[in-house]
């Protein structure tokens, strides 16, 4: 038997001989756009099925509820971040660089748009009364913060930034300051302007004087 393709392209999983890890992979991707869209909220599990071509309870046979796979697709996201900061670590890219790309304003309002990373972390990080996306969430902010803190502390001991930086608080502003972005767009009365300062002044202290040697 073939494989056949919905309408976006995707294999369809209700015609292919997927693995069961397959199988879970294809719903993850699936549920982790629908999730980024709409939010969790509004996101119908059948939507996530329609989208690879499965019935709704081959979703629930794989995960359960709503909320276990809300909270398996931030546990996947986390991971590919972790993963991809671990290589970034590996491949001693310039950390300085990364900074400013993560730091610029056009970046930051991108990742807090439907349908981006960001949104499916903010989404998840506002959700109470589920103790299984509360935990998955919290986790996936803790890794991240701890993977961002090595990227921190490779470029000290490279020279790019200030040998006197407390990584680990380094990484939590960051993060903070990226979750944040949206309530600054909201309320700043020119947040264009305050995002560009505020770029420039995060990156003056982690980079300190040689930024401007």
Request: glycine share 6%; charged share 25%; aromatic share 6%.
């Amino acid at each position: 038997m073939t494989e056949q393709q919905g309408p976006s392209g995707r294999a369809m999983a209700g015609r292919s001989r997927m693995t069961g890890p397959q199988r879970r992979e294809s719903i993850l991707v699936a549920a982790t756009e629908v999730f980024a869209e709409v939010g969790y909220q509004r996101a119908r599990t059948a939507a996530v099925a329609r989208r690879i071509g499965v019935s709704e309870p081959v979703i629930f046979q794989n995960f359960g509820t709503k909320a276990e796979l809300f909270a398996a697709a931030v546990r996947r996201r986390a991971d590919q971040i972790c993963a991809w900061l671990a290589d970034f670590v590996a491949r001693q890219e310039s950390v300085s660089a990364l900074l400013a790309t993560v730091l610029d304003p056009v970046h930051l309002q991108r990742v807090h748009t439907p349908g981006s990373i960001g949104a499916l972390f903010a989404d998840a990080s506002a959700i109470t009364g589920e103790p299984v996306i509360e935990a998955a969430s919290q986790d996936a902010t803790r890794r991240i913060a701890v993977a961002l803190a090595a990227v921190l502390e490779h470029g000290r001991c490279a020279g790019e930034l200030r040998a006197d930086l407390d990584v680990e608080a380094g990484a939590w502003w960051l993060l903070s300051l990226t979750a944040s972005q949206k309530f600054r767009r909201a309320t700043a009365p020119d947040s264009v302007d305050v995002e560009s300062r505020l770029a420039e002044t995060v990156l003056d202290f982690l980079v300190g004087q040689r930024r401007h040697d």
